[in-house]
């Protein structure tokens, strides 16, 4: 079996989660010697997102849509990361449907002022275009995530009461805005109980899958080539091969 994998990203666009991309180009792994022309890739794809979690399987799901051939690596034997694990929450607002259906009145602008205004304190430090942008897109997103299968609980939405300020204790969400997604139709084998996180992955995944993306599986990405050793477009990654370990199951399992 070949161990090593490299993919070549034909736009050089690189998707992954920002802490991993930080994390790399800080790393003296990125001192890849090699040029463009000396390396034999294996795969070939319009987009090349590293990881299939929280993160990479909306980007990945959006770059199919608007057309790119898309290939998800994953370093571990199943999609999801910790999104799959968690407890599903969608942190909303900004008057999606979901508000407007409970009579919840919201907006984009409320969503920015609760996130930026400090109240709690640790909300004074959020990016102010960040979060601007997340408030302008909330409808896209959380639309988006519905018209892929993710299905909600039948539920009013709630105030997270997570993020208490210690001394006022105060919330940053001002009017309900947390929706609890509905993962009962999909088996957790991470965890092997119904955490709702998998509600989440799970229908994301089967979209992709349906639409035709690429999943490798057990690739952990090790370099990424860029056109110089340190600057210009991103041509591709290396990505090796990593034995499945699974602690619950005596063999790997695989995805859908
Ligand atoms: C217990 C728990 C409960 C949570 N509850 C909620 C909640 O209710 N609502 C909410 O919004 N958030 C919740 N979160 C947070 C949420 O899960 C994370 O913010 C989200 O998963 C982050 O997405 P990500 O893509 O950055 O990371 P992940 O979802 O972890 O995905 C990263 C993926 O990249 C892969 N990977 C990493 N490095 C490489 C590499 N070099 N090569 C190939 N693959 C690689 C990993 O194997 C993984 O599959 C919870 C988290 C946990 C742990």
């Known amino acids: 079996m070949t161990r090593k994998h490299s993919c070549y990203s ?11 991309m930080t994390f790399i180009m800080l790393s003296p792994m990125m001192a890849v010697a090699q040029t463009a022309d000396d390396i034999q890739w294996d795969l070939e794809a319009d987009v090349v997102v590293i990881g299939a979690g929280g993160a990479g399987l909306p980007a990945a799901l959006k770059a199919m849509q608007d ?13 999801g990361g910790h999104a799959a694990v968690s407890e599903g929450n969608l942190h909303n607002g900004a008057y999606i449907s979901e508000q407007q259906k409970y009579d919840i009145v919201d907006s984009a602008d409320l969503f920015y002022f609760d996130h930026t205004r400090g109240v709690p304190f640790t909300t004074r430090y959020n990016d102010r275009e960040v979060v601007r942008s997340v408030a302008n897109f909330m409808h896209v997103s959380y639309e988006f995530f519905l018209a892929n299968g993710i299905k909600v609980t039948d539920a009013a939405p709630t105030a997270r009461n997570y993020y208490k300020d210690a001394i006022n204790q105060n919330e940053p969400e001002s009017v309900p805005r947390q929706i609890k997604t509905d993962g009962s139709d999909w088996v957790n084998q991470f965890t092997g109980t119904a955490v709702a996180g998998i509600g989440v ?18 690739y952990h990405m090790d370099s990424i080539y860029r056109e110089e050793q340190l600057s210009g477009k991103v041509l591709g990654v290396q990505a090796t091969y990593t034995r499945p370990f699974c602690l619950a199951k005596p063999k790997p399992l695989r995805a859908l």
Request: charged share 20%; glycine share 8%.
């Open 201 to 218: 992955t799970r229908p994301l995944e089967k979209s992709l899958r349906d639409q035709g993306a690429k999943f490798l599986l057990n």
């Open 10 to 20: 034909r736009y050089g666009a690189l998707v992954c989660a920002l802490v991993l």
């Open 67 to 79: 057309g790119a051939s898309v290939l998800l690596v994953e370093a571990n034997w199943d999609v």
